[in-house]
């Protein structure tokens, strides 16, 4: 389904500032449906502030990010660019899901609840429908038993997974992961990488932020590395990794290969 | 000087404390009610992105916090009345609780909203609620949580303050204590009497308020 006029996510010219600093200095980037995209890059070089913008969590200064079809984040009309409403923001961020580097789980709610949450509140599903929908997903993520623990009882690898669950039963259009796997502890890290691997084999359609270079080379349909706020280069797993054009991503593979 | 302790006397009232106690512990559930409700409204807007809503709160704060509730619950009773407002000694003395309390606790909440973790309010955001939702089902129970054990202490102060009601005759326990003092001179016994209400109300508050705190999950 590569239907070029017309990709699931469609990012032109993004540019984001904090301050004085430029973070995005016009960054575009598109994915279609099914497409499983790794952004790789030293920190700082705006990758998890590109994610941020996409879930609209950001506000940014220029450009414009069309998620199937519909631009997202402001209005323009005679001249000037506008902050969408919250409602507005808030029923376009729930065609995307997002995964944190931190979690962020709902400390006061338990695994099921954390997933639910979004199923009653947004979707405005029934509490049954909303509690079937919230086991299958912790099912598929390997935590049917935990469905009843509170975060504070789970594992960083579990509550993780909770997340990736909690993000998934919304059933959103486009799925943002922020260096998933970077607040674990190193023998939790495969069982988190291996659920990710397991829905984009299930086709969802992926946007990763990573520093796991193994794991971005075998999930990945393209990778794509930023550098200073712009992407330097674009392209399918074995020419990131086996034949880097750009110089600077030749020198980053090089210091992040261990 | 002998002073031989006789509790006969205070015994022979013990029903006017008992209810003096029950109207003290009836003035401060009104006003820690009403208050509850004005310094959540308080704490929300002081972190809130209005800045007009945020000074509001930041006035109501430093000026209920600067006057003591002596003056406030004589500028109610007495002042008040020569404005055209006209209330009873219990109607004036709950609203300048509650409007004290409030104050209070809008501090205890607002420290309580600090406290939640800013990526939690993103996940809630991500997942398409609105700033509403998500404060009401994310931000406001894990607020409660953490300031659960501070307002332990308040809703205990506040109690403690319904004493000052007998400054306007409000018949509660200090008042009944004082005329019971007054009618058999039995000092010691009298306030000795009293000061144990007290701390017993005290003591059953914080019980009731820690196995509140046990219900919560921890996190």
């Not at chain 1, 709610?109 to 979707?123: D, E, F, S, W």
């Not at chain 1, 607040?183 to 520093?211: F, R, S, Y």
């Not at chain 1, 796991?212 to 080379?217: K, N, P, S, T, V």
Request: aromatic share 8%; with cysteine.
């Amino acid at each position: 389904m590569s239907d070029k006029q017309h990709p699931l996510l469609a990012i032109r010219g993004l540019k984001k500032q904090f301050g004085a600093t430029e973070v995005l200095k016009g960054v575009d980037l598109d994915l279609n449906k099914g497409d499983v995209v790794s952004i790789i890059g030293s920190s700082g070089s705006g990758k998890t502030t590109l994610l941020r913008c996409v879930n609209l969590l950001e506000e940014y200064q220029g450009g414009e990010i069309a998620l199937d079809g519909e631009t997202i984040g402001y209005r323009s009309g005679d001249g000037r660019r506008r902050r969408l409403s919250d409602r507005e923001l808030s029923r376009q961020r729930a065609m995307t899901g997002m995964v944190f580097q931190s979690f962020n789980l709902f400390p006061h709610l338990t695994a099921a609840g954390n997933v639910m949450l979004g199923l009653r509140k947004v979707l405005k599903l029934p509490k049954a429908e909303a509690r079937a929908i919230a086991e299958n997903w912790l099912a598929r993520v390997g935590l049917a038993a935990r469905a009843d623990h509170y975060p504070s009882q789970l594992s960083g690898g579990q509550q993780q997974r909770v997340a990736i669950a909690r993000a998934l039963a919304m059933n959103p259009k486009l799925v943002l992961l922020d260096e998933v796997t970077s607040a674990l502890d190193p023998e939790l890290v495969q069982e988190v990488l291996n659920t990710v691997k397991g829905i984009a084999d299930d086709g969802a359609t992926l946007l990763i932020v990573t520093h796991e270079m193994r794991f971005a080379r075998d999930v990945s349909s393209r990778v794509v590395f930023m550098e200073q706020g712009r992407i330097a280069e674009d392209g399918p797993p074995a020419q990131i990794f086996g034949a880097p054009k750009n110089a600077r991503l030749a020198e980053f593979l090089r210091t992040t290969r261990h | 000087m002998e002073y031989s302790l006789h509790f006969g006397a205070v015994w022979a009232s013990f029903d006017k404390l008992l209810s003096g106690l029950a109207i003290g512990l009836g003035l401060a559930v009104v006003a820690v009610a009403i208050g509850t409700v004005l310094g959540l409204l308080a704490a929300f807007a002081s972190v809130g992105p209005y800045r007009l809503l945020r000074w509001a709160a930041a006035f109501y704060v430093s000026l209920i916090r600067n006057l003591p509730l002596l003056v406030l619950v004589l500028l109610a009773y007495f002042a008040l009345p020569q404005a055209g407002i006209t209330l009873d000694k219990y109607q004036s003395f709950a609203g300048a609780l509650a409007l004290y309390s409030g104050a209070y606790l809008t501090e205890v909440f607002r420290a309580g909203l600090i406290s939640v973790p800013k990526g939690v309010i993103e996940a809630a955001r991500a997942i398409g609620l609105t700033r509403l939702q998500t404060n009401v089902s994310v931000v406001a129970p894990i607020m409660l949580r953490n300031a659960l054990p501070s307002l332990g202490n308040t809703f205990i102060g506040m109690f403690k303050d319904s004493s000052i009601a007998a400054a306007i005759a409000v018949p509660e326990l200090t008042f009944e204590a004082r005329k019971i003092n007054v009618d058999t001179f039995r000092v010691i016994e009298t306030w000795t009497v009293a000061s144990g209400l007290y701390i017993a109300a005290c003591v059953v508050i914080a019980a009731l308020l820690r196995g509140l705190e046990r219900r919560f999950p921890k996190f």
